[in-house]
Structures are given as C-alpha cells and as structure tokens.
C-alpha cells in the first residue's frame, strides 16, 4: 500500500483549473518528485495535500486513510509536515526557537529534546549557530533550518517546495544532499523542483506535471533519458541527447 496516494484531484481558483483531475502516489521511503514548469500545479498540489488548499473533486489517501477533508493541524498530526518555498523562518527568533515552534503540537517534552539534539546532529551547523537570529542565516542553512523544523513534528512524510529555489549552485548540491540524508533516516519525501536535473537525479520516481495534468511519470533515470524532457527541462536539444 502506498504511504500517499492522491486520485482524480481537481483544483480550481475563481473558476480556472489549476490541477485537471491528478493521481499519483508516494510509497513509504522513497523521494518522489514533480517537476514543471512555473503555473504547472506543483505548489497547488502540496497545498491541498496540506490541507491549505480545498480541492473541488478528488481524494487525498494518507496510510491508507481519507484525509480529503483534514484541516491542516490535523494533516500535521497525522503525519504530513511541509517545507514552504521559501523557507519562511522566523527571522527574529533564534534557531533553537524555530526548532521548538516545529513541536508546538507535542506534548512529550523530554524526547522534544531529544529530537532537537538528533536534528543538531544531522546539521551540526544548526548546533553551532543555537543562539543565532534565524534571519541573519545564509540561505542554505535557512533550509536546513526549515527542514528542522519541519523533522520536529515527527512526520512519516516531509513535502519541499522548490528548497533550492534562489540558492547558489554549490548550496544546491547541499541541499540535496540533505534530502538524500533524509531518505537515509527513513523519511518519505515528496519534492517539488523547478531544477529538474537535480531533481531526477536524487529521486525513486518522477511525474511530469504540465498545465495541471501529469503527462509523464518513471523513474529518475528513465525521465533522465527522455529526450522530450532532456530537450523541455534539462536544456539539451534531440541533436545534443
């Protein structure tokens, strides 16, 4: 049984279809990956996974449960955390504070901390940086921050917005090698990337979102090899592939 599975999912907004009607699934373990183009639903997608967004028709499985209908603290509880584009950190609080605001839900205090010092171990830069003002962090460790905090809710599946979206290319190789460190640990996570390459050299499975319909799906490697996505979103015309 897949960890996620989304079917037939509609989304509209002031009667424009953002999402035409997507399935997929997600299994327990893997990094699965949308890729496409800006206005092509990834975004949308996440956040009605999330629960931020209603979706018109279509069903959200999670384990197997209906969450369809979920608001999005109850999403968290059951096991969803999401990392925003962006990054969205608490600029004017200290890292150790953005870390605590990702356990708001928890109530078993002692192993709070003792998340935060398996977090601290996984980015010893977050260690180093405890006391620091999460604002006056560079952008890659702003990621690892937002990861963090999302690893504080004790989630079984983590969703990332476009986390190399505005980072430099050396910070970007970083940022992915935190997803596969993730993967590492057992997370499940579901990646949106405007960088396809990356993208689909880190992941178990791809889908290709297009205009709101998912047009082509595989492996990394079998999208890699694809000269329509070669010559759409890696850059590299028939002739050169």
């Known amino acids: 049984m897949s960890l996620l599975k989304v079917t037939d999912l509609v989304v509209s907004y002031g009667g424009i279809e953002a999402l035409k ?24 997608t996440l ?11 279509g069903r959200v499985y999670f384990e197997g449960r209906d969450i369809t209908d979920y608001g999005t603290q ?55 940086r405890s006391w620091q003002l999460a604002g006056t962090l560079s952008g890659g460790e702003q990621q690892m921050l937002a990861v963090g905090r999302a690893m504080m809710t004790r989630p079984k599946m983590i969703m990332m917005d476009e986390p190399s979206l505005g980072l430099a290319p050396l910070v970007v190789k970083d940022i992915f090698r935190i997803i596969q460190t993730l993967k590492e640990t057992g997370m499940t996570v579901l990646l949106i990337e405007q960088n396809a390459n990356a993208a689909l050299h880190a992941c178990d499975f791809a889908y290709v979102l297009e205009t709101g319909r998912i047009t082509m799906s595989g492996t990394g490697e079998e999208l890699l090899a ?14 050169e592939a």
């Open 21 to 44: 009607g997507i399935s997929f699934e997600v299994e327990q373990g893997q990094i699965v990956t949308l890729i496409g183009a800006n206005g092509a639903g990834k975004s949308t």
């Open 47 to 57: 956040r009605t996974i999330s629960g931020l967004v209603r979706g018109k028709e």
């Open 74 to 128: 109850k999403i968290v509880e059951t096991g969803i955390a999401m990392v925003p584009e962006g990054r969205r950190v608490f600029p004017n609080l200290t890292v150790l504070e953005n870390l605590r605001i990702g356990a708001y839900l928890r109530r078993d205090r002692d192993v709070i901390e003792q998340d935060i010092e398996y977090i601290y171990d996984l980015f010893p830069r977050l260690r180093e």
């Open 226 to 239: 694809s000269s329509a996505i070669q010559e759409a979103y890696l850059g590299k015309s028939s002739k």
